[in-house]
């Protein structure tokens, strides 16, 4: 088989790729101006990925060429995507090397599984839903990922594969009427399309027997590197890619690898001068913030002009002597693992919209604020007399009685979360004794609106540092970043470094998953406190993890006067003694270390900020020493999953709250597997992870027994390296061990929990924990983070002890727990499960001074909502007295269920209906008929009376009724009634009108004429 030099790194091959495919250069058999298909097959997944997105970024080196580039990976969805690209033009074909040998749908077979689809053409519902469970697509209640589709009303959803966007369908009774794009995270539609294409998504009943030699024939090209095998036909013609020197029949591509060292003021140089001497340089950025930073630096040496500057995913850079060309990369040049956000890394709603208790699920505890606490039963179609079918909430209390409330009280229930998370005693339909209840927690919610407003205004009156606005230099620090800011990520260093310019101490919790760039938010902050001339400490629970940060600041900090400093209680006595007196003299700028900071014998010249890496690791003496702190300075905490009491207090308002949710570039949702222990299932899940070159975590929570379950482990897996790590180590052996395992002298390191905040190692994208029914919910949590940091689908398995059959035995908390990471396994979850711990675990007492069990007694959300209003009360700004409007009229206005099957999501527009006011009518009819398609009659009725009712309850009416062909109206007491309007509504309808005194309110009596529409005469009678 000939051999191919010449053409080392990703960037290389992707430059011979589209050499070959111009004609710029040729090989034997692939001559200039053919039209045949060009493979090129890669190590792995990345490698494969690095080679297409080196195509992509190359092409304004050859003219803007078009030419079209394919990837067939691992991930079957996607090789199907990359046919449909195949089929429309694409040469090249980058491939992992199970992709020759997949099974794939023939052309064929692939044109009669796709679904093409154009408004007005003949094509029933039924029939598109038919198609597209046969090409593989799976049924969900919304459509979020690639491959799914969703129905509801006389809409269908479907997130095609290719192109890559989600597609709304609407129907009539037998044609298609419309099509449009929409955003799977608000579900909002975007722009028509003139056309659709559904093509297979695999599985399902899609069929595929052929390979991919069906797609590109026999006359294909195939470049393989050399000592990989795949499954390529023998009759393929095949060039083996490989290293010099070259041997008699090798032709050599004359690429040569970028030279390594010097940092990048050495690459810098060595461009300038190359282009001093006449070759032609370029530098690809992974970003335009970089591209200008890289351009001034260039700049500084003289080098710019000569230089041609690019934006592109080029990961590698190359030299080609021949043609004088050298192309550098950002991503080389300053040792950066980034990676851009294929198509197919990642698809998840973001979780966006108003902080709130998570959504009702049936049997969970509500409290209904005028009868107390109750199960929740659902969402439940009601006939009413004279009304028809409406849809209520049923509620259970004590001795199994039934209550079902109409839409109009739905915003007197609210979710049910206790302060220690016990379970809740139901409340009996008796409501004298909840009146009680309701009378004591409001006299301990007047002491406590004290203390809260007391604690305010001392923190509102202390004196804080006011930090300067940015300076060039943190600007430049700023724009150093080697990723692209996130949306949430961009907003929480604005909140962060805001209020460190505001002239009081700042007090804010940043929330985000692991990974999702909390980190760079402190190190911002910490660089402003340095510019400030001011200290910064960062206290972080395990020496680990501190060794870490040290390492990550120092890094990022590096050619900046920022003096950093380390300090742990391992290091040895005469170092400690010398960072101390650095701190006492102001020579040591930022300081990261973990609880040995907060002792005694640590002082600081001029402390600015503390940033506090997961408060909750910390004991409480350690909390002591942080509340002495943090009173003085900024404070910034960090966490994923934060306590309730953390939570409570931020959503208390007492703390500012910065939310990180949206993932960055790149990352993938960590399948979360949960089951009974099973020596198969451990085998299988580690084996699988050593097979594609990775290393796994295995969680056993016991030292004592920790050494035979590594000989155990062993003997099921004789092949596998096994290290171990534990709490009862010694600083050095746990970290020598730690060190080692990133150094891949381990497969698989065997741990306690002391794994939770360690080092961020990609390599590791398995995790098992046995007994995981032990483990709180953010420990799990923080457990499955230290997994799934790069672009590697990684598995989390949760087990339980073997012989259940399922998790019913576990305690009613450990099955919530273990319920609860299965179920939020989606990027960005942190904050849900953070108040899915709420609810489990409870909400803490608010000031951590009390233990009251008054919480427990009417629930956190009712009882802080009842400070909030004492609060706003003695603050002078009391909120308008609630007016309630009943309104009884003999009209079906409800969603039905068949319209919108999704009972949460008619619960949300229940809600949204109760909260609208006059003019919102109209934007939530568009809403609700983007998502489903023409209302219904029951529907209309019910946004038609969104006016209706706001009006009247601005005029001051509390009942509106209506008995046969008679309406009538009540006023509450208090009513802005004008003096006029009597005499005007006499006039109005003459001998219609009568007017009511009595014990129930004063008001008027009405008859309808036959037919006459009440709403539209109320709708009169109001505007008069």
């Not at 154009?118 to 799976?138: D, F, I, M, N, W």
């Not at 295995?698 to 062993?714: C, F, G, P």
Request: aromatic share 8%; hydrophobic share 40%; charged share 25%.
């Amino acid at each position: 088989m000939p051999r191919l030099l010449g053409a080392p790194g990703s960037g290389a091959r992707a430059y011979l790729a589209r050499s070959l495919l111009s004609g710029r250069w040729t090989l034997p058999g692939f001559p200039a101006g053919t039209q045949e298909s060009l493979v090129l097959l890669a190590r792995d997944q990345e490698e494969a990925e690095d080679t297409a997105d080196a195509f992509q970024a190359l092409g304004p080196l050859f003219g803007g060429d078009p030419a079209a580039c394919a990837l067939l990976g691992d991930d079957e969805p996607a090789r199907l995507a990359a046919l449909e690209q195949v089929r429309s033009g694409a040469r090249l074909l980058v491939c992992t090397p199970a992709a020759p040998g997949a099974a794939l749908p023939r052309p064929a077979e692939f044109s009669d599984q796709s679904l093409i689809l154009k408004p007005g053409c003949a094509s029933s519902r039924e029939r598109v839903l038919e198609g597209l469970a046969q090409a593989g697509y799976q049924r969900v209640d919304y459509v979020e990922s690639p491959g799914e589709f969703a129905a509801r009303g006389a809409v269908v959803d479907f997130y095609g594969l290719e192109p890559l966007r989600a597609v709304r369908l609407l129907f009539d009774e037998a044609s298609l009427v419309s099509i449009r794009t929409f955003e799977p995270s608000s579900q909002a539609t975007l722009e028509f399309l003139s056309e659709a294409k559904a093509v297979p998504a695999g599985g399902g009943q899609a069929v595929a027997t052929g390979t991919l030699l069906d797609w590109v024939g026999e006359q294909a090209l195939w470049i393989v590197p050399e000592g990989l095998e795949c499954a390529i036909a023998p009759a393929a013609r095949t060039w083996r890619l490989g290293p010099g020197p070259a041997l008699p029949g090798d032709l050599d591509f004359g690429a040569l690898a970028q030279r390594s060292g010097g940092g990048h003021a050495g690459s810098f140089d060595e461009m300038a001068r190359l282009a001093a001497q006449g070759a032609r340089v370029i530098l690809f950025s992974l970003n335009h913030g970089e591209d200008q930073r890289v351009q001034e630096l260039l700049e500084e040496r003289g080098g710019a002009g000569t230089v041609q500057f690019l934006v592109g995913p080029l990961r590698r850079g190359f030299r080609l002597p021949c043609q004088g060309l050298s192309v550098y990369s950002t991503s080389e040049i300053f040792e950066r693992r980034y990676r851009r956000a294929s198509g197919w890394k990642y698809f998840t709603t973001s979780y966006k919209g108003a902080l709130r208790w998570r959504e009702l699920r049936h049997g969970d505890y509500v409290v209904h604020q005028d009868y107390g606490i109750a199960r929740y039963r659902g969402l439940k179609p009601v006939e009413s007399p004279g009304h028809g079918v409406l849809d209520c909430l049923l509620l259970e209390f004590r001795g199994a009685d039934r209550l079902y409330i109409p839409m109009s009280e739905f915003g007197r229930v609210q979710k049910y979360s206790g302060a220690e998370g016990r379970r809740p005693r139901l409340s009996s339909l008796d409501t004298r004794r909840w009146e009680e209840i309701k009378r004591r927690v409001r006299e301990d919610v007047r002491q406590l609106a004290e203390e809260l407003l007391k604690t305010q205004a001392e923190r509102a009156a202390r004196p804080g540092h006011a930090f300067s606005p940015q300076t060039p230099m943190e600007r430049e620090f700023a724009e150093a970043f080697p990723y692209e800011e996130t949306p949430d990520q961009a907003a929480a260093i604005r909140d962060v470094l805001g209020d460190m310019m505001s002239p009081h101490p700042m007090d804010r919790l940043v929330i985000g998953d692991v990974g999702f760039g909390k980190t760079e938010v402190a190190m911002r902050a910490a660089f402003k406190c340095a510019a400030g001339y001011k200290q910064a400490a960062v206290l972080v629970p395990t020496t680990i993890l501190a060794d870490q940060h040290y390492r990550t600041f120092t890094r990022r900090m590096a050619g900046y006067p920022v003096r950093l400093e380390l300090l742990t209680r391992f290091q040895a006595a005469a170092r400690q003694r010398e960072i101390l007196s650095g701190l006492r003299e102001g020579r040591v700028d930022v300081v990261i270390g973990t609880a040995r900071l907060l002792q005694k014998d640590v002082s600081f010249k001029d402390l600015g900020l503390v940033v506090i890496d997961e408060e909750h690791r910390f004991g409480v003496k350690d909390k002591e020493g942080l509340k002495r702190l943090r009173a003085r300075v900024d404070f910034l905490a960090l966490s994923a999953t934060p306590i309730p009491r953390t939570l409570n207090q931020a959503l208390s308002g007492l703390r500012g709250m910065s939310l990180i949710e949206s993932p960055p570039a790149g990352r993938q949702p960590i399948v979360t597997k949960v089951g009974p222990w099973d020596e198969a299932a451990v085998v299988a899940a580690i084996s699988e992870e050593l097979s594609r070159g990775g290393q796994a975590y295995y969680v056993h929570n016991r030292v004592r027994s920790m050494e035979d379950t590594v000989a155990r482990l062993k003997r099921l897996l004789p092949r596998a390296r096994f290290g171990m790590v534990h709490g009862q180590m010694r600083a050095q052996q746990l970290e020598e061990a730690m060190w080692r395992f990133f150094n891949r002298e381990f497969d698989v390191l065997v741990a306690s929990t002391i794994i939770e905040s360690g080092l961020d190692i990609p390599s590791v994208n398995t995790l098992l924990v046995e007994d995981a029914q032990d483990f709180g919910l953010a420990q799990l949590y923080q457990l499955r983070g230290r997994i799934g940091r790069e672009q590697q689908r990684a598995c989390c398995y949760l087990f339980f002890p073997e012989g259940h059959e399922d998790a019913s035995l576990l305690s009613e908390d450990a099955r919530k727990r273990l319920e609860a990471l299965k179920e939020f396994g989606a990027l960005g979850a942190g904050i849900r499960l953070a108040l899915r711990d709420l609810e489990i675990r409870g909400a803490g007492e608010l000031l951590g001074a009390r233990q009251h069990g008054l919480i427990n007694a009417v629930g956190a959300e009712f009882y802080s909502q009842m400070l909030d209003e004492e609060v706003t009360s003695r603050q002078g700004r009391a909120k308008p007295p609630e007016r309630r409007l009943r309104l009884d009229l003999p009209l079906q206005a409800f969603i039905p269920e068949a319209y919108l099957p999704d009972e949460s999501r008619r619960l949300d527009f229940y809600k949204k209906i109760l909260r609208a006011g006059e003019n919102d009518a109209q934007s939530i009819s568009r809403e609700l008929e983007d998502l489903c398609g023409p209302l219904p009659q029951p529907a209309r009725n019910l946004l038609r009376l969104i006016p209706l009712r706001a009006a009247a309850i601005r005029s001051g009416i509390c009942s509106i009724s209506q008995s046969g062909r008679l309406l009538t109206i009540l006023f509450s007491e208090g009513a802005p009634i004008e003096p006029s309007a009597p005499a005007r509504w006499s006039q109005a309808y003459k001998g219609r009108l009568r007017f009511l005194h009595g014990p129930e309110g004063d008001g008027v009596e009405a008859g309808l004429d036959p037919g006459e529409d009440a709403v539209a005469w109320l709708e009169g009678f109001l505007a008069v």
